[in-house]
T-cell receptor
Framework: AQSVAQPEDQVNVAEGNPLTVKCTYSVSGNPYLFWYVQYPNRGLQFLLKYITGDNLVKGSYGFEAEFNKSQTSFHLKKPSALVSDSALYFCAVRDGFQKLVFGTGTRLLVSP | DTAVSQTPKYLVTQMGNDKSIKCEQNLGHDTMYWYKQDSKKFLKIMFSYNNKELIINETVPNRFSPKSPDKAHLNLHINSLELGDSAVYFC???????????????FGEGSWLTVV
């Protein structure tokens, strides 16, 4: 079965600094990887995905993610964090044709 | 304007009651889902429908019964509610079924269910 792991429960970063939220994956075959963000009391918003092609994927709100096949990682990054980026971030992998399997989530806290 | 909308957003009910959550998507997708987010924020799929046909049922108690009257709607009915059913329930949709694993799944705003 496909799975993803998010090793950090929380990431703290100061506003203006670069941020990285880590995700590693375990798949058989080609990985289809996704990042979602959940703001407090809100739904899941799609940020970006990797299907094939360039290892650097650009997404919404200035986020990007780097796919690294040798390290089986798909880390989420942003060059300059904003306080409004504070939220819960989920990495996910497509399992079969239907399911998304989610990681446990990483809480990002950006301090002013 | 909302792509995936679900109602109600908040629901507080007593144990033993029966309740429904409705979901509608206006994206023209043919596949819809219900996901459950527990108190630890862990997300897990419950059901998936493609063109009104049940595709995935992830060992959910049969007190939970999804119904898809058409491909734009997927409702969730829960009988005899238990304390452990308290969670956030997310409806979602995507286009395509077989061979389209790269398609994005779009989620609604969630329905916060509290059973007391």
């Amino acid at each position: 079965a496909q799975s993803v792991a998010q090793p950090e429960d929380q990431v703290n970063v100061a506003e203006g600094n670069p941020l990285t939220v880590k995700c590693t994956y375990s798949v058989s075959g080609n990985p289809y990887l996704f990042w979602y963000v959940q703001y407090p009391n809100r739904g899941l918003q799609f940020l970006l995905k990797y299907i094939t092609g360039d290892n650097l994927v650009k997404g919404s709100y200035g986020f990007e993610a780097e796919f690294n096949k040798s390290q089986t990682s798909f880390h989420l990054k942003k060059p300059s964090a904003l306080v409004s980026d504070s939220a819960l971030y989920f990495c996910a992998v497509r399992d079969g044709f239907q399911k998304l399997v989610f990681g446990t989530g990483t809480r990002l806290l950006v301090s002013p | 304007d909302t792509a995936v909308s679900q109602t109600p957003k908040y629901l507080v009910t007593q144990m033993g009651n029966d309740k429904s959550i409705k979901c509608e998507q206006n994206l023209g997708h043919d596949t819809m889902y219900w996901y459950k987010q527990d108190s630890k924020k862990f997300l897990k799929i419950m059901f998936s429908y493609n063109n009104k046909e049940l595709i995935i049922n992830e060992t959910v108690p049969n007190r939970f019964s999804p119904k898809s009257p058409d491909k734009a709607h997927l409702n969730l009915h829960i009988n005899s509610l238990e304390l452990g059913d308290s969670a956030v329930y997310f409806c979602a949709s995507s286009q395509g079924y077989r061979g389209q694993r790269g398609n994005t799944i779009y989620f609604g705003e969630g329905s916060w269910l509290t059973v007391v």
